[in-house]
């Protein structure tokens, strides 16, 4: 098996949800978290920033509960800096909405939620790469009480906040419930390409591209042995990841080819699931896909 890696400039570009109520669903990403709405129709929405699309919302009433097998943990907001993160918070603050709770990574810091549905979410902001203390062994993460005092202080003295997110904001990674650690873990580093930042004992790994501290998380925390990821169930439907040239689409399919692992090439696209059943989506040449579309 080929260990190549996937390059710096790889990025989670999309997740897609399904959703029993658009219409709860929509009224909390844009009126609790500030997206924008870029479209919706035929019961799909496409939501995000003013720049960027990130979200996909897809409605079937009838869906089935992925209680009880693989399935989202979470997926993570990015946002540009500690003001706007604050910022993000007040908003949470005025609409009286629950948080799940609140830590220091260390690489980051960040705020954790459900929506309406019972899909986690967290939004956070980087600290400076510079600063993240790396070794052999990756990067150190950890898990540490948030200074939500000096958090809500970078958003300045009024209660107001800024009329929806900053045009910067963007998908940073996705967090997984899977069925094994190792399995996962071993598709996820041999086969896609990442590499592991850091892992928490036998529970949970970190993993990305291009030194990031994760573009994927992975964990077995209520989920080891389960079964694999109901297709058509809540919550997540697929997540993107944009891979930046030709050549790293190219040495992803082989590398799925070499796996034995089954994959659908269509329009530039690499469509394949993981061991627990995770849908993936690959896009070549995702930066200049990107650029094109915001150029119209």
Known sequence: MSLSRLPAGTRVGEV????????????????????????????????????????RL?????????????????????????????FALRRLLAARWPLAGAADHLVSEALY??????????????????????????IRMDTLPLDVESLLAEAGGSDG?????????RMGHVHLHVRDL????RFYREVVGLERMARFGGSASFLAAGGY??????????T???PRALQGARGLRWYRLGLPTSEAWEGLAG??????????????????????????????????????????
């Open 16 to 55: 897609a949800l399904t959703v029993t109520d658009m219409e709860g669903a929509l009224a909390f990403y844009r009126e609790v978290l500030g997206l924008h709405l870029h479209e919706s129709a035929g019961g799909e929405a496409l939501l995000g920033s003013s720049e960027a699309r990130f979200l």
């Open 224 to 226: 080891a042995g389960a």
């Open 213 to 222: 501290h994760h573009h994927l998380g992975i964990n077995t925390w209520g």
């Open 255 to 296: 590398r799925l080819q070499e796996n034995g692992t089954e994959a659908e090439r269509e329009a530039g696209e690499l469509r394949f699931r993981d061991p627990s059943g995770h849908r993936v989506i690959a896009d070549r040449d995702w930066t200049a896909a990107r650029a094109d579309e915001e150029e119209r």
């Open 113 to 138: 939620l459900s929506d309406p549905e019972g899909n986690g979410i967290e939004l956070y902001r980087d600290r400076p790469s510079e600063r993240w203390e790396r070794s052999a062994g990756g």
């Open 182 to 185: 190792e399995e996962a873990e």
């Open 58 to 86: 897809v409605e079937d009433p009838a869906a089935p509960s992925g209680e009880g097998r693989a399935r989202l943990y979470h997926f993570a907001v990015l946002f540009p800096s500690r003001a706007t993160l604050a």
């Open 161 to 169: 906040h800024p009329i929806g997110v900053p045009p910067a904001t």
